[in-house]
């Protein structure tokens, strides 16, 4: 009799594991009913378009525009007026205009050393976009495999209560002892604290993604999609400045350099005065006056050391770039090799482990439900599928980490 109710009390469980999928399946997408998550293509376009960093590179950009434009700045045009008694007894008048320039050479070179300063804005705004978009995928991703442990510990959670009230009802009946139900209970708090701990840092992670797209409300993403980083040929062919914001910059640092060692050379060069002058004597007649000259420094050394200090400025900046392209190159080679090994990793997960995880929970789930074995054999011998998958998620984890610091490193922009 006892064994005839056991029987028809494990009959729903039964009928419910056969219908569970043999594959972990993605996880539907939290959130208000029809309101589809967003994919990573969307979440990329929003979070560039309203990000304040990169708002504030925007401003950056046009006000290194707007000074661009100040490089004919002339000195400031000195007119003086006089009435008096100037050359004589009788109140006379006079009126003088100067006007003080460097040469037209000076003052374009000037302008090119302005607009070289744009370009130098222009590629830190850029490497702030490389750089938010490196963040914004490695948050999207690590929230996107939150959903696959959350939905691994449930699937867990769900065949242990199953299993707990399997053991529960032997206890009942007499076919077992107490310490198949202890276990069984302490097993199913275990995985209840460990997925409300799963649940609270998908939360965080989700915050954190609105943060980044500026957005009220915590981010909803697209949970159906692919959780690995998908990595094309063309996305990491080669590291030149084209490909990496930072090169590019440190050549622009070394243009605007060039620059600043030809105007420096340039202010060596002497000023041009023009003048006018008008007066008259006696008040009897008008005289005027064209006035030319030049201007130039008596300590000519003071130049010579600021065109000393430009060229070197301008070797400092070509040893900073070839130091950067050889540091970075190194570290594109080791990510390839750490990315192929990551690679060769998850090929083994999906090909050998996960298969087998799979087969040895349903060979032990068999197997208890025949009663070849108890609660405890049950998890002793189930626990292993579950590590694996586990590590699985977490291999997939290292994997999009290096996939991400690689697509970042020689990766063309958006």
């Known amino acids: 009799m006892r064994i005839l109710l056991l029987f028809l009390l494990l009959i729903p469980g039964f009928l419910r594991a056969q219908t569970t999928p043999r594959t972990l399946p993605p996880p539907a997408a939290a959130g208000p009913p029809g309101e589809a998550g967003l994919t990573l293509d969307q979440i990329l376009q929003a979070g560039l378009s309203q990000s304040l960093l990169t708002q504030s590179g925007r401003l950056e950009i046009e006000r290194q525009r707007a000074l661009s434009r100040t490089g004919y700045d002339l000195p400031r045009t000195v007119a003086d007026y006089q009435i008096g008694q100037i050359s004589g007894p009788l109140r006379d008048q006079s009126f003088n205009i100067v006007q003080q320039t460097a040469l037209p050479g000076l003052y374009s070179a000037q302008r090119r050393l302005l607009e070289g300063q744009v370009g130098s804005a222009e590629q830190r705004v850029r490497q702030q976009r490389r750089d938010l978009t490196r963040t914004i995928r490695s948050t999207y991703y690590e929230l996107l495999l939150s959903y696959r442990r959350v939905a691994l510990l449930r699937r867990q959670d769900s065949l242990y209560q199953r299993a707990a009230r399997a053991a529960r009802i032997r206890y009942q009946t007499g076919a077992t002892n107490r310490l198949e139900q202890v276990s069984a209970q302490a097993r199913q708090l275990e995985l209840q604290n460990r997925l409300a701990l799963a649940r609270t840092d998908q939360e965080v992670l989700r915050q954190q993604l609105s943060v980044l797209l500026n957005q009220p409300r915590p981010a909803r993403i697209d949970t159906t999609a692919a959780a690995v980083v998908a990595l094309a040929p063309a996305d990491t062919a080669g590291l030149t400045a084209a490909t990496n ?68 400025g301008e070797q400092a900046a070509e040893t900073q770039l070839h130091y950067a392209a050889t540091q970075l190159g190194g570290q594109l080679a080791n990510l390839r090799r750490q990315l192929s090994r990551a690679r060769a990793s998850l090929t083994y997960y999906e090909q050998t482990a996960l298969p087998q995880a799979r087969l040895i929970l349903d060979t032990a789930e068999k197997s208890f439900r025949a009663g070849d074995i108890d609660y405890v054999e049950y998890v002793v011998n189930t626990e292993p599928a579950w590590q694996i998958r586990a590590a699985h998620l977490d291999q997939v984890q290292r994997y999009n980490d290096l996939a991400l610091q ?7 922009d958006l």
């Open 406 to 412: 690689l697509l970042s490193l020689a990766g063309h």
């Open 245 to 312: 914001p930072l090169l590019g910059l440190l050549e622009q640092e070394v243009e605007v350099s060039k620059r600043q060692t030809r105007v420096e050379e340039l202010r060596r060069l002497p000023d041009l005065r023009l003048g006018y002058f008008t007066q008259t004597i006696n008040q009897e007649r008008v005289f005027h006056v064209v006035q030319a000259g030049v201007a130039v420094p008596l300590l000519g050394g003071v130049q010579k050391s600021r065109i000393e200090a430009a060229r070197l």
